[in-house]
């Protein structure tokens, strides 16, 4: 069993940047796939990011494409997310997954078998 942390959520002004972050065992994202995923009041959890462990193949939301960026440590135990040009609309809780998705299943949830519990980012002035 993985047990993944997700933290630095917080309030940030729009146009701010917030960095994210899931902690794991030693070695998790040097071995899984790592993805984040965010849920909105009232709407469906929905992909945000992704990459192989190697970084072979990074993937993102057409809404945060060149405003986010997925990466992971040297020593694979936390995974980030880099959230820059912040908007209202990137309001929600966002959580972290780890797994060992197909090529087809690396943007959505039934790819990925372990998942943090969640941090929430709030964009408001």
């Known amino acids: 069993q993985v047990q993944l942390v997700d933290d630095g959520g917080g309030l940030v002004q729009p146009g701010g940047s917030l960095r994210i972050s899931c902690a794991g065992p030693?070695?998790?994202?040097?071995?899984?796939?790592v993805a984040w995923f965010r849920q909105a009041p009232g709407k469906e959890r929905e992909f945000v990011a992704a990459r192989r462990w190697n970084g072979g193949n990074i993937y993102y939301a057409d809404s945060v494409k060149g405003r986010f960026s997925i990466s992971r440590d040297q020593g694979g135990s936390a995974a980030y997310l880099q959230m820059n040009s912040l908007k209202p609309d990137d309001t929600a809780v966002y959580s972290c997954a780890a797994g060992t998705p197909i090529a087809s299943t690396m943007r959505t949830m039934g790819g990925y078998r372990y998942w943090g519990q969640g941090t929430q980012v709030t964009v408001s002035s």
């Open positions: 030693e070695r998790t994202f040097r071995t899984y796939a």
